[in-house]
């Protein structure tokens, strides 16, 4: 039997979703004391591209190769799209993290990869903008998100992983409760080189 999923956006407009899933997931809108967070909307766009331009040389150490189209208001509408879609069909839930007036954005972060069965598990990736950053911030929307992806998306492990010489993930993955489980061998390819990369998960409490 086929589950309706609803979730509240801002406008407080009613929307729903059919899942394959045995339970409905309601779409987050966290609230933390510096923040606002939830799926982007198409009129979030112009603030999408603004975060991107702002942040370009900032996050391209710990990015893939970006190309100039990324850094256009097409592509962040495209984004903000795909990103909608995916969480329709229980994929990936790309968040945004915004001021409490939602006029900028601070951060991101996403549970990606999302598999169900056996596993129910996910990937976490974040970034944050440069002003943000040593503030404490990415703790302080990591720990109610990871509580999200625990409880309303009901997934077992969550995975985090990071390039080593990333002083602060390791720090900030070891203060929310990831443990290494791993070391991975030109992992990834970030700014054009597969790099290396640690591996930690956290476990839902209990599960």
Not at 91 to 120: C, H, M, S, W
Request: charged letters at 25%; hydrophobic letters at 40%.
């Amino acid at each position: 039997m086929r589950v309706p999923v609803s979730f509240q956006p801002r406008n407080n407009r009613s929307c729903y979703r059919w899942d394959a899933g045995e339970r409905a997931i309601v779409m987050p809108y966290l609230r933390t004391p510096r923040t606002h967070i939830r799926l982007a909307d198409e009129a979030d766009a112009p603030k999408l591209l603004r975060y991107r331009t702002e942040n370009r040389e900032h996050l391209a150490p710990w990015e893939p190769l970006r190309g100039a189209e990324y850094y256009t208001l097409l592509h962040c509408m495209h984004s903000i799209a795909d990103g909608r879609e995916h969480a329709r069909l229980d994929r990936g839930y790309p968040l945004i993290v915004f001021d409490i007036d939602e006029q900028k954005i601070l951060a991101t972060f996403t549970f990606a990869n999302i598999v169900r069965g056996a596993f129910q598990a996910c990937h976490l990736g974040y970034g944050i903008a440069a002003h943000a950053q040593g503030q404490g911030l990415m703790r302080e929307v990591l720990e109610p998100g990871i509580a999200w992806a625990f409880g309303e998306l009901g997934l077992h492990r969550v995975m985090a992983n990071y390039l080593p010489r990333n002083e602060r993930s390791a720090k900030l993955l070891a203060q929310l409760g990831f443990e290494r489980e791993g070391y991975a061998r030109r992992y990834l390819q970030i700014a054009g080189v597969w790099e290396d990369h640690v591996l930690t998960a956290r476990i839902c409490p209990g599960g």
